[in-house]
């Protein structure tokens, strides 16, 4: 019988960073969609608690490869010190489905989602947009910065948190990735100038008012995927016009959109998804807000584990 184990090829954080870059990954997830894939065909991922946290399982079938993703969230991480997102993910050959390769999932993680933002708001943000404000302070608000750094001229970030240390440590790492910007800690006022914005955060309320944010600013919104959180106003959304990965998982998961659609602020048709947004079925609305709205999914996570392998 073949061992199994011994054919994997290991992928470790450090191999990953190693052969993928943010701007291949950024053209890598940019590719999938304006080459035809919708996301709305995707593999349904499920999400189970468990005690402390959830589990989620994200298969993905692309191109003749097959992938699935073992992650798990535990809020009470950050405090310990540990990631709050952690992940394994497999890599399997798509006719046989024997595994391939096993990466660092937590790695994949954190290159994949900001790839994902960055693809979207190189499309939907105004071409000139470089004054950028984030808020969070954890790995993806980081890594925000290094892929939006690699599809805008960026000028200026202003790291938002509550922590004054971990706002230090942000803006630390975030220079070090983007080297001669202007990296600082910032508060909501910020928001007044800023046609970039980052929401990377575990809020389960509204982090600022509609009345906030400019007609020209194209936000993205990543840190909830549970209906009963929201990081947006209801009343922004409904101003907006509201970009997701698939319609599917937004009414299904996405805090943001379920919460203004109840109130009655955006009907669902309203919602653009990724494929009519790259395939240009849909055209960008640049007399008012953008918004990218994203939960996650498994087609996100191979496209960009493909290009390791």
């Not at 007609?215 to 959304?237: Q, R, W, Y």
Request: a negative charge; proline letters at 7%; charged letters at 20%.
């Amino acid at each position: 019988m073949p061992d199994v184990l011994s054919d994997l090829t290991l992928v470790s954080a450090d191999a990953l960073a190693a052969r993928v870059s943010m701007p291949a990954a950024v053209a890598a997830i940019r590719d999938t969609l304006r080459g035809g894939f919708d996301p709305e065909r995707d593999l349904p991922r499920s999400i189970l608690d468990v005690p402390h946290g959830q589990l989620l399982l994200m298969p993905a079938a692309l191109d003749g490869m097959v992938g699935q993703k073992l992650a798990s969230v535990a809020p009470g991480n950050p405090a310990r010190g540990l990631e709050r997102i952690q992940a394994l993910y497999v890599v399997m050959d798509g006719e046989t489905l024997t595994p391939t390769a096993l990466l660092d999932g937590t790695a994949l993680t954190s290159l994949r989602t900001p790839a994902v933002s960055a693809a979207a708001l190189d499309v939907v943000a105004e071409p000139d947009a470089g004054e950028l404000v984030v808020i969070g302070t954890g790995p993806q608000a980081v890594r925000h910065v290094e892929a939006l750094a690699a599809v805008r001229p960026l000028r200026t970030v202003r790291f938002l948190g509550r922590d004054a240390g971990r706002s230090a440590q942000a803006e630390a790492a975030a220079s070090a990735l983007v080297p001669g910007v202007d990296v600082r800690s910032g508060t909501l006022a910020d928001l007044a100038s800023a046609d970039l914005i980052v929401c990377a955060t575990t809020a389960s309320a509204p982090l600022f008012p509609d009345a906030a944010v400019r007609d020209d600013a194209a936000i993205v919104a990543i840190g909830s995927h549970e209906p009963a959180k929201s990081e947006l106003d209801p009343t922004l959304l409904g101003r907006a016009q509201v970009v997701v990965e698939s319609r599917r998982v937004a009414l299904a998961e996405a805090g943001d959109v379920i919460q203004a659609v109840h109130a009655g602020t955006i009907r669902p048709d309203q919602l653009v998804t990724m494929h009519a947004l790259f395939t240009g079925e849909t055209p960008v609305d640049r007399t008012r807000p953008r918004i990218v709205k994203t939960c996650g999914m498994g087609w996100q996570d191979l496209a960009v584990a493909r290009l390791a392998v």
